[in-house]
Nanobody, 124 residues
Framework: QVQLVESGGGSVQAGGSLSLSCAYSEDMYNSRYCMAWIRQAPGKEREEVASIDVYGDEGYADSVKGRFTIYKDGAKNTLSLQMNSLKPEDTGMYYC?????????????????WGQGIKVTVSS
């Protein structure tokens, strides 16, 4: 059974940094999953901010390129998101998501598994 549990997040002033972690279940270790961080700002649709496919290829939304880094640690079954130079528009709920298959070429609604979400607040 796929399980995703996020931790980290919180509140920070603009320009600061935060790190998110997602612990995923061990039965995903040898499986081929695309994994991603998806956020939802108040009143807006869900947006994929970063993804990593089974080959280790990373993808980023234009709005976070150069500021966010996604990292998958197979030994620890952890997916992380390092967020630097945060902006107020980065505020929202951040979800760890996964979907079967090697590629991450999909819409947020097409992810099969989701964590409970964790809140990130960036004040100006």
């Amino acid at each position: 059974q796929v399980q995703l549990v996020e931790s980290g997040g919180g509140s920070v002033q603009a320009g600061g940094s935060l790190s998110l972690s997602c612990a995923y279940s061990e039965d995903m270790y040898n499986s081929r999953y695309c994994m991603a961080w998806i956020r939802q700002a108040p009143g807006k649709e869900r947006e994929e901010v970063a993804s990593i496919d089974v080959y280790g290829d990373e993808g980023y939304a234009d709005s976070v390129k150069g500021r966010f880094t996604i990292y998958k640690d197979g030994a620890k079954n952890t997916l992380s998101l390092q967020m630097n130079s945060l902006k107020p528009e980065d505020t929202g709920m951040y979800y760890c998501a996964a979907s079967g298959g090697p590629s991450c070429d999909r819409k947020p609604s097409e992810y099969d598994y989701w964590g409970q979400g964790i809140k990130v607040t960036v004040s100006s």
